[in-house]
């Protein structure tokens, strides 16, 4: 009975499903017996969801009109946008980036500003292109949007960003499609933790610029920027290299406060947008507020208020960075434990640099792999031919060995 564009669907979310097995044993087994490495939230070392205080004051003491009402705007609270670009980009963006038009969208979560931005940016028929390690859902929604996928390398074999494959594959792409939309997830990369360095984006952007023919909208999907350590003066040469990009090129940042303030089931995110063109900009905003308001019509108003609250207020926000950094430094901790053994297993690790994830290449036997760890209930998620073990959900405690029991499993098969 589906419209003819939408038959064949079917929402096969493998994290989702192992999250559940893992549920089941804990219920059977008992926490303590059960690793579950499954789950991309931030949780304690009690393995309970890490939630900012800061976050819970604030929210709680919202007026009851700023948690239950409309949102003021169908494309998010005037404080809300403001303080996203100030997030993302700079504190003093209207003076650094002078010249460049900005707009910014508030959406549900990362998700809603990945969505939006395809719905709008990408033709029919025409290819997104992916890193091979991705988080899949880039994929679906695609599909959802009538698109397919294209996707580079992500590692060349020294473990630096694959510019070559990436270059040929937008070069590939520019002699078919007018418009090319590029997702690049980085800091803290799903499923790696993968980071780029300056120079990295240097040739990414010099290439692109050589590139007049096509349309080129860049997504950045900085989820997890927040858990990111990359020094200020890097992060600042980065952001900056926006600044003169040509007028076919539009850069959208796609951001989630599921990750930042630890509010995943909120549903809070933002498309903010960056051009040197005002009328692409102009286009940005009409385009998205109409599907927004023909989704989910416009985000829950206390959550925006909750951010802009916090951001706002100097000692808040204060209050905010310092929890921030301990979670930070509890990341840093788990990776250590868990790079550590792997060196001292000789396992091989996709290169990690910050955040949530670490994953494990396997090749062929990842689904033999998957299912030897589960029978000693140790469950991962699997990506592609590897495993992605969330450290940002497993206490200190459950890390320690736990190299040494993945490697035993890879090498029964
Ligand atoms: N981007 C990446 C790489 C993610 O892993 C996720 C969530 O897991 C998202 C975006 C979107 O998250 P949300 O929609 O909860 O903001």
Redesign the pocket.
Known sequence: MLAKRYTGKKLVDNIFATSKKAKQAIVKFGKENVINATI?SLYDEDEKLAVYDVVESVYRNLPPEDLYAYATNVIGEDDYLEEVIKALLFEDYKEKLKGLYIASVAT?????A?SNTIKNYMDTGDKVLLPNWM?G?YKNIAIENGGQIETYQLFDKNGDFNFEDFKDKVLELAKTQKNIVIII?EPSH?PTGFRMTYEEWVKVIEFIETIKDNNLIIIR?V??FEYDNRNEKENRKIRELVIGLPKNILVIY?F????ALSI?GM?I?AQIAVSSDEKVIQEFKDANAFSCRTTWSNVPKGGMKLFATIMKNPELKAKFIKEKQTYIALLSERAKIFLTEAKEENLEILPYKSGFFITVPIGETVDKVIEDLESKNIFVIKFDTGIRIGICSVPKKKIKGLAKKIKESIEKF
Request: proline content about 0%; glycine content about 22%; charged content about 15%.
């Open positions: 991309g549900t979560g990362g998700t809603g990945i988080w859902t997830n799903n999907d989820a997890y796609a989630s406060l599921s990750k995943y549903r995110g």
